[in-house]
């Protein structure tokens, strides 16, 4: 069954450094989605997108994120300059065409750890 | 703006024991809602969805849900526990704008006794 996939599974960065989040999305899916889950707290959205731009985000999603589909099958999630507060799990979905009744599936996740 | 309640962060149940994980939400027009299931140190995996075409639906590993308009909950059942059952739980609303976000409850962690 083809999945997401999301690399690397652990980054470990300093504060304030760049970091980019990768995610392969299922190959035949058009909408794409971040999210995060700080330890002990919800599942968070952050930003949607949709046919080469953004359709929807968060207030966490201020102007230190930025998304991108740089080819046919990446799809990045960069935090320019990282915080403490940054430190979460982040994870990639993405559906296929269709209403909003078509299920998000989602990868494995990015464990951040920012120090 | 849409919500999600779980009641209960914490279910404990005896393997072999009804499974009962709670979920109301607070949509100002027809939602569709999601369960998914956590397993440690993986995403998030779908186990049904509730899209209006049925009101009791079925999903993986022997889970329904039955989604009930006038409590504005979908609550999650397994009529038996295994083991292979303990995870978290994340019941899951979407409504039909441009970007579909998923808003999440705030999760329910079962634990299966022997």
């Known amino acids: 069954e083809p999945e997401v996939t999301q690399t690397p599974s652990h980054q470990v960065t300093q504060m304030g450094q760049e970091v980019i989040l990768r995610c392969v999305p299922i190959s035949n899916h058009l909408y794409f989605y971040w999210y995060r889950q700080i330890l002990g707290q919800k599942v968070e959205f952050l930003v949607s997108?949709?046919?080469?731009?953004?359709?929807?985000k968060s207030e966490i999603f201020d102007d230190q994120f930025s998304v991108e589909r740089p080819d046919g099958s990446n799809f990045t999630l960069k935090i320019r300059s990282t915080k403490l507060e940054d430190s979460a799990m982040y994870f990639c979905a993405s559906r296929e065409q269709g209403g909003s009744n078509q299920p998000q599936h989602f990868g494995d996740g990015t464990r951040l750890s920012i120090l | 703006a849409q919500s999600v309640t779980q009641l209960g962060s914490h279910v404990s149940v005896s393997e072999g024991a009804l499974v009962l994980l709670r979920c109301n939400y607070s949509s100002s027009v027809p939602p569709y809602l999601f369960w998914y299931v956590q397993y440690p140190n993986q995403g998030l995996q779908l186990l049904l969805k509730y899209t209006s075409a049925a009101t009791l639906v079925k999903g993986i590993n022997g889970f329904e849900a039955e989604f009930k308009k006038s409590e504005t909950s979908f609550h999650l059942t397994k009529p038996s526990a295994h083991m292979s059952d303990a995870a978290e739980y994340f019941c899951a609303v979407s409504q039909n704008n441009a970007g579909n976000m998923l808003t999440f409850g705030g999760g329910t962690r079962l634990m299966v006794k022997p």
């Open positions: 997108f949709y046919n080469n731009e953004i359709s929807e």
